[in-house]
């Protein structure tokens, strides 16, 4: 296949040939520009997203490629931007006009005004990404590549297309954009270009805490978080965006006795469950689950270095990590807080499965017991092969007495067997501490497997526990 048709089947989706009609009609050249060229050359799968770029208007280009297509798709406008974006089968088309920037130091946002194709490939934050393909007629599918941004993705290299001191301080969020691509394409980051981001890290600040968390989504979303994490921490951005990790790095030797280092194995815990789960917040507990242990660390000579309570201290530092990076405190962070809380429990419970403890575990965990599971098994970084052998082993076993509890027991996502309401029936009594005693008492009763979970067995054990509180039934059966 010669290198021009390889790009002309770039082209193949109907819509192409719709905007390049729609732009002879108006009179402006259009092209296809960076994610989605760069993308079908890695042969990444299609893109659903599609940035079109016009010599011109991008709004007018839109709003015409609307009238041409089926069922004229609504046009969403974003003035301020100079930019439009509409929806044709399950495609994301955004347009934008060409355009230069100008930036002032304490804002990340361009003074624009209108370019050529030439201007708005020299914004461009990395030569892979300023490649266009031309959607004129006479040389639709053509390749424009100023900065030999094919030959880059071939070398696997990122890199900006004019100077990259320019290019970091005008927009810092590029610094992280550039970071996340080397870690979404395990590539590397040319030494020019990483050495400014060094330079420009302090540039970082003026960038919104939302965009930041963007990036670090994106990061944790990869196939090798660990990549990305790396490199924040080698480009010194981690330290100001996440201390918390930071902290955990290095290690401490006093008496001949050392510790593992925290920051490097929190990095391998990451890696290990991005090979079995894609659920971002499992990601972020286990990027999170050693956080605690930075603040809690201790040398006795008795004990040696230990880290006691870290889980809790580091479930509470979520809290503060998550409201300091506006991220949403709700059902997600929640989410990770307990899964940071509850860490280590599977691996204390490990070496001596009981019952008992296995139906706390299931009541604790609940719905998340699974995750959980996942997480604490990611956390086996041992290169010994005997003691990982060991370690999946004793997990193995928990899982299988979880089964087996679970089958029986019916504890997870517990609801008491006998409600508050048939409490203050059958004693005849109003709301009250003494309710709230015999529903812990029924809860703990069969926690501890000393009754089973059901109605019968409950409501029995409510009458006995009533009777010692000097309660008397008032109701028939």
Same mark, same amino acid.
């Given at each position: ?33 960076g994610g989605f060229v760069r993308d079908y050359i890695l042969d990444r799968g299609t893109a659903k997203d599609i940035d079109i ?6 709004? #007018? ?131 020019e270009s990483f050495n400014s981001i060094i330079k420009n890290v302090d540039r970082i600040k003026i960038i919104s805490k939302e ?32 201390? &918390? ?80 990076? #506006? ?94 309401e048939e409490i203050m029936k059958t004693f005849g009594i109003k709301p009250s501490r003494e309710i709230g005693i015999i529903k ?7 926690? &501890? ?29």
């Open positions: 296949m010669s290198k021009s048709q390889f790009f002309i089947n770039a082209l193949e989706n109907p819509v192409f040939k719709i905007i390049s009609k729609a732009a002879f009609a108006i009179h402006t050249d259009s092209y296809v520009i770029v016009a010599v011109g208007s991008g709004i #007018k280009l839109a709003e015409k490629v609307s009238e041409l297509l089926p069922g004229k798709p609504n046009v969403s406008v974003f003035k301020n931007y100079g930019t439009a974006m509409l929806k044709s089968n399950q495609i994301e088309l955004e347009f934008v006009g060409a355009r230069k920037e100008s930036y002032k130091e304490y804002s990340r946002n361009p003074a624009v005004e209108e370019g050529s194709l030439e201007d708005d490939q020299n914004r461009r934050d990395f030569t892979i990404n300023a490649m266009a393909l031309s959607l004129q007629e006479e040389t639709f599918g053509e390749l424009l590549d100023p900065f030999n941004g094919i030959q880059d993705l071939k070398d696997k290299i990122i890199r900006t297309p004019l100077d990259p001191d320019i290019t970091y301080s005008d927009d810092p969020l590029r610094m992280l954009r550039a970071i996340r691509f080397a870690t979404q394409l395990e590539f590397t980051i040319e030494k965009r930041i968390v963007d990036e670090l989504h994106k990061i944790i979303a990869s196939q090798k978080p660990s990549i990305g994490f790396a490199l924040l921490h080698k480009a010194e951005l981690l330290q100001h965006i996440l201390p &918390e990790l930071v902290a955990l790095q290095g290690i401490e030797e006093i008496d001949g006795q050392g510790h593992k280092d925290n920051f490097w194995h929190t990095l391998e815990v990451v890696d290990n469950i991005a090979n079995t789960t894609d659920n971002l917040w499992l990601r972020w507990a286990a990027l999170l689950h050693d956080i605690g242990k930075a603040p809690t660390k201790k040398f006795t000579k008795k004990a040696g270095w230990t880290f006691h309570g870290h889980e809790f201290v580091g479930s509470k530092m979520v809290y503060k990590l998550f409201k300091r990076l #506006k991220m949403p405190l709700n059902d997600k962070m929640k989410f990770v807080q307990k899964m940071v809380f509850m860490s280590s429990r599977p691996i204390v419970i490990a070496t001596d499965v009981t019952d008992s403890a296995v139906r706390r575990l299931v009541f604790d965990a609940g719905e998340y017991i699974e995750d959980l599971m996942t997480l604490c098994e990611a956390d086996i970084t041992t290169k010994n092969p005997f003691k990982f052998k060991k370690y999946l082993n004793n997990f193995k076993k928990v899982r299988a007495k979880i089964t087996e509890v679970e089958e029986r027991d019916h504890v997870r996502n517990f609801q008491p067997p006998v409600s508050g812990d008492a029924i809860k703990e009763g069969i926690l &501890e497997g000393i009754i089973p979970n059901d109605y019968e067995s409950a409501k029995s054990f409510m009458l006995q526990k009533g009777k010692k509180l000097g309660l008397k039934k008032v109701t028939n059966d």
